[in-house]
């Protein structure tokens, strides 16, 4: 599987240079120049690692990571002119797994990259490589879901709630628990957010929707072995 990194950086030539250093190594890059268009590719595309200008047009870096840590839980690089220490305290504080200055050098960015990717790609060997239900089928590693062999089109949060419940088969999920576990504590939406996403996962595994179930009063629950009803 060839690793996927999306890079975002206001400065031109520094894209150009990043395209450069990451393509060479064999590594599928995207593009973007500012903070909206990052989260939007990020929605959009899955990636193994972003590497983010902290000074980025329309909205920071400092901005777009916290909107990233909503959406999927993959490693982020910030990148840099300030080499104040307080700047870069906050980066990690914000889970960056590293701070990079400009100028920088090529060969020594891409070896702290590729460190950060073994060690994350040495966590995910570690974990359940796919779940297989009568009719669905869940690749983690791929992040694809299959539904009577036809690819189901999810999106982020859809696949992480559905992973989420069907890594944890009949246990109940309050809402709260929910919303902690994928949008984290710091979130201010309400319980419906999860309704949502909820419906909409299920008419996208349809005719196996019947494997997540409402607990009345209380959120939802996966259940392994359960007859199907409409």
């Known amino acids: 599987m060839r690793v996927r990194i999306l890079v975002a950086d206001g400065d031109n030539q520094a894209r150009s240079k990043l395209k450069e250093l990451l393509s060479a190594e064999g590594f599928a890059v995207d593009l973007v120049a500012d903070g909206i268009t990052a989260i939007k590719y990020f929605r959009r595309y899955e990636y193994h690692l972003a590497i983010l200008e902290m000074q980025l047009p329309e909205l920071d870096g400092k901005n777009v990571s916290r909107q990233f840590s909503k959406i999927a839980d993959i490693p982020f690089v910030f990148l840099s002119s300030d080499p104040d220490e ?77 992973l989420l419940l069907a890594k944890n088969p009949n246990q109940a999920f309050s809402r709260e628990m929910i919303l902690n576990e994928l949008w984290g504590q710091d979130y201010f939406g309400t319980d419906r957010t999860v309704d949502t996403h909820v419906k909409t996962l299920r008419e996208a595994i349809k005719p196996h929707h019947h494997y997540i179930s409402t607990v009345r009063g209380f959120g939802y629950i996966f259940n392994e072995f359960k007859e199907r009803v409409n």
């Open 86 to 162: 307080e700047t870069a305290l906050h980066a990690y504080s914000l889970g960056a797994e590293d701070y990079i200055t400009k100028p920088f050098s090529g060969k020594l960015l891409v070896a702290r990259l590729k460190v950060i990717l073994r060690r994350r790609m040495g966590q995910e060997k570690l974990t359940v490589r796919s779940l297989n239900f009568e009719g669905l089928y869940i690749d983690t590693l791929s992040r694809t879901v299959y539904v009577d062999e036809r690819q189901a089109i999810l999106t982020p949060k859809e696949y992480q709630l559905l």
